[in-house]
């Protein structure tokens, strides 16, 4: 099957790509391996350069904004996909509130010109990662038909998209879409700037790490469950035009995740500091009906996720040469 994946060189995308390409589909990739003017160049570059390392050598990678219609009109011409997975996206609220306005364009208008093209190039179903952060403020065992109150552009914009996708599949030629909701992805080859590697590089400087909230909680999801999970959905016919929480299904507090980065580690000390009000208070989500649908079984939890991530960061010649 021909498919395409925007955000293909991401965290999760090239887990996707190689998922995909490890069962015999043709996979084309887009991505602009942006360092959202946030990330140092360099370690986006030796990220981008280890990411691309775990794909197929043949791979087509078309280094395209999709914010540019013509572009993206070009690589569906040439590609003809029959399923898009759409990932690149800006990927989180603080990312999105350093540069508001191009979260915008790139979450909205990118998302309608891939939406316009999959429409004139008839593709089968296209996959929209969207995130745990719609919900705003939710509790353990959260459902797929909970009512959405995100707070913050982040949460507010991936919403919005989620009901773009369903407008495009209920009057256009787009057969079917279906919709994946993950939260707190972590694992080798992530960038520094997130929860996790925060934690877990700052105890290996054996510096100080600050928790905000320390009742907070998120699901922690290792990143090969995250594809998996992305992979299962996207090829089973079982999941058209259905929404779906893809997570470990097990909420840790940050106090909890910081202590095991200090464990881990050997070294550092914590700080905890009041909940951060950007940021909505999140538990586990409930991943009952992947399970039922496609088979979706989570495998690593925290502590076996924080273990090979900590073997990644401890065996990377990039991240040694920084620590």
């Keep these: 099957m021909k498919i395409l ?11 996707v790509v190689k998922r995909l390409q490890d069962l015999g589909h043709v996979v084309s990739i887009m991505d602009t391996r942006t360092n959202y003017g946030i990330i140092p160049q360099d370690e986006i570059d030796y990220l981008m350069a280890e990411r691309r390392k775990k794909i197929a050598e043949d791979s087509y990678i078309y280094d395209r904004d ?8 070009h690589v569906f011409n040439v590609e003809q996909p029959e399923i898009v997975i759409h990932m ?7 990312v999105v509130n350093s540069n508001p306005a191009l979260g915008s364009r790139v979450m909205s208008e990118g998302l309608l010109n891939l939406l316009e093209a999959s429409k004139n190039y008839d593709v089968r179903k296209f996959v929209y990662i969207s995130s745990s952060m719609v919900y705003g403020d939710f509790t353990d065992d959260v ?24 407008d495009y599949a209920r009057r256009s030629d787009i057969n079917s879409y279906t919709i994946i909701r993950p939260s707190a992805v972590y694992g080798p080859l992530d960038v520094e700037d997130r929860v996790i590697a925060k934690f877990m590089l700052t105890a290996m400087k054996g510096g100080t790490l600050n928790v905000n909230g320390a009742g907070e909680t998120l699901d922690f999801t290792y990143v090969e469950d995250a594809a998996d999970g992305i992979v299962g959905a996207a090829l089973s016919d079982n999941t058209n035009n259905k929404t779906y929480n ?10 909890d995740a910081a202590n095991l980065a200090v464990k881990l580690a050997g070294k550092g000390t914590i700080n905890v500091r009041d909940k951060d009000a950007d940021f909505p208070s999140r538990g586990a989500l409930n991943i009952d009906a992947a399970r039922k649908d496609f088979g979706y079984d989570p495998k690593v939890d925290v502590e076996e996720g924080f273990q090979k991530y900590y073997d990644w960061l401890s065996n990377s010649a990039y991240w040694q040469n920084k620590l």
Aim: net charge positive; with cysteine.
């Design 246 to 255: 893809i997570t470990k299904s097990h909420s840790r507090t940050l106090l």
């Design 66 to 73: 999709i914010c540019d219609a013509q572009a993206v009109d």
């Design 5 to 15: 994946v925007t955000g293909g060189l991401g965290l999760i995308g090239h887990n």
């Design 88 to 94: 690149a996206s800006f990927p989180r609220q603080k």
């Design 143 to 166: 459902t797929e038909d909970a009512v959405c109150n995100p707070q913050g552009q982040y949460g507010i914009m991936k919403l919005a998209g989620e009901w773009l996708v369903k």
